[in-house]
Structures are given as structure tokens and as C-alpha cells.
């Protein structure tokens, strides 16, 4: 612990930092001020007395770490990055166009913001992944988690409360800045910090009030985590005054998110002392070696799928990621409580310990996955594509944060070939949502060889941004062979399946469509009509000069198929990446709200099965 700053020091760093922040939303003319004003006792506290960081060297895995789940607070954070030295910048420049002080800070834009803040209830889930690869990894470093209570109204919340005592990550704190007042009146529970407190309790946490603004307190209630010996989570239930220290500000309705005029700033640095920066040493974090893992040394058969054999892509999936983590002691697999489905509890049978429950709480489920792969795990996190939207703001905040890491999402059961379990079940919207995320890769096998390929592909290969595998509940048709070392798959190209000098027309399918497509073209074939046929297994990005070029000599026509909706699918994205006018794409996707019924009924009755398909080749190669 750095015994250097005393309590009125620290005191001083605190109104430094509030000052700082005042300074920094006067210049931009926007920001959060009154929220930073709030903290800033906690923030002087934990990063100039408590925390243990190199400020040279953000990924040091010994790091203590700091998540900003109340992320409209970010200048006070850059603040503390600056007068501790871990970044060079100028606080006046905050949320300008060539500045990384970003409005809501973003590890795109600085290392040492681990993941994007701004959307709240999600800052408390990644810190509990970070919290738990730091355990599985042996490490003896703390996360540390700073929400608002008004954030504590987020539903994400209490499913990252089961996850940690679940769990038992007591390297964790949550520190609730309780400061009564929301963007738009008072908070759900205002200063009842009792009731946080019961909360917390609740779900098994130990939690502890303090008051917020008395350093003597802060100080204790992190001695009390640190050396906290019950096997579950901390958290500290801080009472403060939102504005702290600015007459004018103090406890008032209305400032959320207001700039103070040159006026007001004037005013109000008059009131904060203006001290110097204390001479200060950061505690440098304790080198701790990793624990490896230790397994008993299990032969598994290789998963060798066969040519023209009956196999799911789920099945794939998960075989896969068994066979991969005997190799790979940092590969992990976390699922949503539905592994039996999705395939992923193969992993157990062999690498129990690589494996991780996530239960029925899919926006729990991204928020530790991120958290994991932001301390160096490859991480698959696997569950129904309909039950991804659920986790859509989650997805969409991760895809911001552009993960540096090793992360692949898996939706299983997609579309209406799943059958009998009606439309809540069908994942059917994924594809748009995926594609709206940037720098995304959407992947979309229809066999068990490229399952397995792309799998392997996910795992070992660096690819930026979020990557997207789609996996069917049916058994389908091998159509690759497993022992063609030619036999790649590479982001961004699609495979010819089938192709003639005479088409007419090429068909595009993906997943089960293409199995439909194939079906269509040996039908076609034999009736007097030659079709190309396509799978597009990569879906995001599409090499759209080289798919183009390919229509347009196979006859300029082309079939989209696909067990999807029509909106954000993937026709769309089709046309998007062709922008080709001379060529003419036309799809035949999933509409309206489906019903319970078969594979096969509801593959027809969608029309996106065979005999569909071959009905709108004729209707497109009879009309001019």
C-alpha cells in the first residue's frame, strides 16, 4: 500500500481531479461534470493510494484493474490518467475530433480503458470476467468496478450479482457511487443505501455503506475487500453528493450532463482549492507466474467428419472446441445454459475446467466473455441466435470497444429448419444484427467440415473485431472432405459448388439453403437448366468484385436463399458488396412470423426449400 499521500493529500488529488474534470466539459461545452464531482474521493483513493498498476504497461497481467461501468463519468478517469502518467494528453482537449479523450472513454481509443463505457449495466459483467481469468490464471491482482446507482435499475446487474457469488470471486469490488440523482430526477432507491446494501446481500455479496466523500472511510472499506477471506464478492455502497464541492451544483436537479458557462467554472474553481499535484508513487503490482492448468493426459479422437455422412453443424461446433482446447490451455467455452444444445459440453468431457456455465443470462454471458478475452483467453461464447438479441446492446457496445482479444460469438438453432419449436425459438434476425456491428465477421458453415475449419480458423488466427459463427439444429449432408488440404476456408471468399459453362443462373445458399440450393440445381440440371451454385460461408465481409464478376459470367443472374428474414440478411448484404448493375439478385428469404411445424413443412412453406427455389429460377429466366 503507498503510505506516501496522507488523507489530506489525497483530499487535495480529489478536488485536482474535480477541477480537472470542470475544466475539461467547460472546454468541450458538453459532458457530465456533476457525476465526475461525485467520485472523485473514490478515484483520488483508488488510483494514488490502493490500486497497484505499471503506468508504463496497461496489458501487465499483474495490474490491478478498473472498469468505468458509469462511463459518463470518463473525465474524471482521464484525469486520473494523466496525473498518474499512464497517458500523455491534454485534458482541455476532451471530445475533440482528433483527441482519444473520447466523450464516453473507449479502449479503442486508449489502452487503459479495458472496455466501452456509456451504455449502462455492463461495466459490473466485465469485470467479473476479468475477475475470474485472473483466478483461473492464478494472479493475486483486484478488479475493481465503479457503477452509479442509477445504472443499479439495469436488469444486467443482477445476473453479474449470481454470476460472482456463484463463482466466488472475491477479487472483485463493485463500488456503487450513490449520489441520489439520474439524467432525469432522482435515482430508483435516491439515498437509500441501506437498500443497495440488502441487495448486494441478497444475491451473496458482502457489502458495506460508507460515506463516499471521507477518505478515512474509503481507505477502510478497500482494506476490508483486500483482505476479505469469505469466498464471495465486495461491494461498497458509497453515499455522495452528485456536484460535491460546487455550491451551486451540490445535490441539484437539472445539471445532469451540463456544461458549466466560463461564468460558472470561474465561479467554481473559486470555490475548490487549488493545490499542486503531491509528489506521489504508484504501488507497483506484485509479479505473480501463471498457474497452468493440470489435466489428466486423455487421448481424444480426432473429430474426422465424412464426405457424403449425416452431421449437424452444432455438432461440429462443439466437437471441435474439445479437440482444440486439449491443445490450447487458453481457450475457453461459456455458454447460456443451453451447452446440451448448442453442442458446446463437449469441451467437458475431456477440459471441465474450460468450460463455463453462464445460466440462463445471455447479456451476463457477453459482458464476462469480453472480460476474459480482455486478459488473453480465446473465448467462445455459445447460445440460441434467436436468444442473442436479448445481449443486442451488449454486442453492440463490445463491437465499439473493438476487441483486441480472441472472441467468437455462436448463435445455434437458426432459422425455421429448427422445426417444431415455433417462432420465438428461430433465430432469425441475427445475421442484421451482426452485420450492423462494425469490423464484424459473420461465418455461416453448412457442413461439418467447414464448422470445423472455421472453428479452427476463430481459434488460432488473429482476426479483428467480433466474430459471428451460425450453426443449424438438423444433420446435414458433408459436402467437403476433411482430408483436402486444399480444402480452405478464408474470410471473406465464398466456395463453388457447383458450375458449368452453360449456366444460366447462380444459386447462393449458406447453411441449410444451400443443401436446398444443390438439391434445386440437380433438378434443374436434369430438366434442361444449368445453375451455378455458391456457398457462402462468409457472409461478413463478402469479396463483392470477385462474387460479382462471378454472376455476371455465370449467366448475371443470381438466386439468394436464405433461412432468414429478408431485413439486414443476406441478400442484402449481397447486393451491398456487388454493387453491380449489370447483374440482377433476387432472394428468396424467410417472412412473416413462422409457424410450429417441421423442418420440411416450414422449409416450404417459408419458401426457401428446393422446389421454391426452382419455381423462381423459371419465373427469373422467363422474364427478360
Not at 312 to 319: F, I, L
Not at 464 to 486: A, E, V
Request: charged residues 25%; glycine residues 8%; contains cysteine.
Amino acid at each position: 500500500m503507498n503510505e506516501q499521500l496522507s488523507i489530506e493529500e489525497l483530499r487535495d488529488v480529489a478536488n485536482i481531479l474535480r477541477r480537472d474534470s470542470l475544466i475539461s466539459t467547460s472546454a468541450a461545452q458538453s459532458g457530465h461534470p456533476s457525476s465526475c464531482l461525485s467520485c472523485a474521493e473514490i478515484m483520488s483513493t483508488l488510483w494514488f493510494k490502493e490500486m497497484s498498476y505499471n503506468t508504463k504497461n496497461s496489458e501487465d497481467p499483474d495490474n490491478d484493474e478498473f472498469i468505468l461501468s458509469k462511463g459518463h463519468a470518463s473525465p474524471i478517469l482521464y484525469s486520473c490518467l494523466i496525473r498518474s502518467g499512464c497517458i500523455n494528453e491534454n485534458i482541455k482537449d476532451l471530445r475533440k475530433q482528433k483527441s482519444p479523450l473520447e466523450g464516453h472513454a473507449n479502449p479503442s481509443s486508449i489502452k487503459w480503458v479495458k472496455a466501452a463505457t456509456g451504455s449502462l449495466g455492463q461495466g459490473l459483467s466485465v469485470g467479473l470476467g476479468m475477475a475470474l481469468a485472473t483466478k483461473m490464471s492464478g494472479r493475486k491482482n483486484k478488479v475493481y468496478v465503479l457503477l452509479g446507482d442509477g445504472e443499479m435499475a439495469e436488469g444486467s446487474i443482477y445476473e453479474a450479482l449470481e454470476f460472482g457469488k456463484k463463482y466466488s470471486l472475491r477479487n472483485v469490488c463493485a463500488i456503487v457511487d450513490c449520489n441520489r440523482l439520474a439524467q432525469n430526477g432522482e435515482s430508483i432507491e435516491g439515498h437509500n443505501t441501506e437498500s443497495y446494501k440488502r441487495r448486494f446481500e441478497a444475491f451473496g455479496w458482502k457489502a458495506v455503506v460508507i460515506d463516499g466523500h471521507d477518505i478515512s472511510q474509503i481507505t477502510n472499506a478497500i482494506h476490508s475487500f483486500k483482505t476479505n477471506t469469505l469466498e464471495r464478492p465486495f461491494a461498497i455502497i458509497a453515499k455522495t453528493t452528485k456536484g460535491k464541492g460546487v455550491s451551486f451544483l451540490e445535490n441539484a436537479e437539472g445539471k445532469h450532463g451540463v456544461a458549466l458557462t466560463k461564468e460558472e467554472l470561474k465561479k467554481a474553481l473559486g470555490e475548490l482549492p487549488n493545490k499542486k499535484m503531491p509528489s506521489f508513487t504508484i504501488n507497483k503490482p506484485e509479479k505473480f507466474e501463471e498457474t497452468k492448468i493440470k489435466h489428466e493426459k486423455i487421448k481424444v479422437e480426432e473429430y474426422n467428419p465424412k464426405k457424403g455422412k449425416e452431421s449437424s453443424t452444432r455438432e461440429a461446433y462443439g466437437r471441435t472446441l474439445a479437440e482444440l482446447a486439449i491443445k490450447n490451455d487458453k481457450l475457453l467455452v461459456i455458454d447460456a445454459g443451453v451447452s446440451n444444445s448448442t453442442k458446446a459440453e463437449e469441451i467437458k468431457k475431456y477440459r471441465p475446467k474450460q468450460f463455463i456455465e453462464a445460466f440462463i443470462a445471455e447479456q451476463n454471458m457477453i459482458g464476462v466473455a469480453q472480460g476474459l478475452a480482455i486478459k488473453g483467453y480465446d473465448v467462445f461464447a455459445s447460445t440460441f441466435a434467436s436468444f442473442l438479441t436479448r445481449a443486442a446492446d451488449q454486442i453492440r457496445i463490445l463491437g465499439i470497444s473493438k476487441p483486441r482479444n480472441n472472441l467468437t460469438i455462436c448463435g445455434s438453432h437458426c432459422g425455421v429448419s429448427i422445426g417444431q419449436d415455433g417462432a420465438s425459438q428461430m433465430g432469425l434476425e441475427d445475421i442484421s444484427l451482426f452485420r450492423a456491428i462494425p469490423e464484424s465477421t459473420i461465418l455461416y458453415p453448412s457442413d461439418a467440415v467447414s464448422t470445423k475449419k472455421i472453428v479452427d480458423m476463430c481459434a488460432n488466427q488473429k482476426i479483428p473485431g467480433i466474430k459471428y459463427i451460425r450453426t443449424t439444429r438438423p444433420s446435414t449432408t458433408t459436402i467437403y472432405d476433411i482430408n483436402d488440404k486444399k480444402e480452405n476456408f478464408v474470410i471473406g471468399e465464398f466456395k463453388t459448388i457447383k458450375e458449368s459453362k452453360k449456366d444460366e443462373i447462380t444459386l447462393i445458399g449458406a447453411g441449410i439453403t444451400l443443401h436446398e440450393c444443390i438439391k434445386a440445381q440437380k433438378e434443374l440440371k436434369n430438366k434442361g437448366t444449368n445453375a451455378s451454385v455458391i456457398d457462402l460461408y462468409c457472409i461478413k465481409p463478402i469479396n463483392g468484385k470477385k462474387l460479382g464478376e462471378f454472376i455476371k459470367s455465370h449467366g448475371g443472374k443470381a438466386l439468394v436463399v436464405e433461412d432468414h428474414h429478408p431485413e439486414g440478411g443476406i441478400k442484402e448484404a449481397v447486393m451491398s458488396a456487388t454493387e453491380n448493375n449489370e447483374i440482377i439478385i433476387e432472394g428468396l428469404s424467410v417472412k412473416g412470423i413462422p409457424h410450429s411445424a417441421t423442418k420440411e413443412e416450414l422449409l416450404s412453406i417459408s419458401g426457401i426449400d428446393s422446389k421454391s427455389i426452382i419455381n423462381k429460377v423459371r419465373e427469373l429466366l422467363s422474364s427478360k
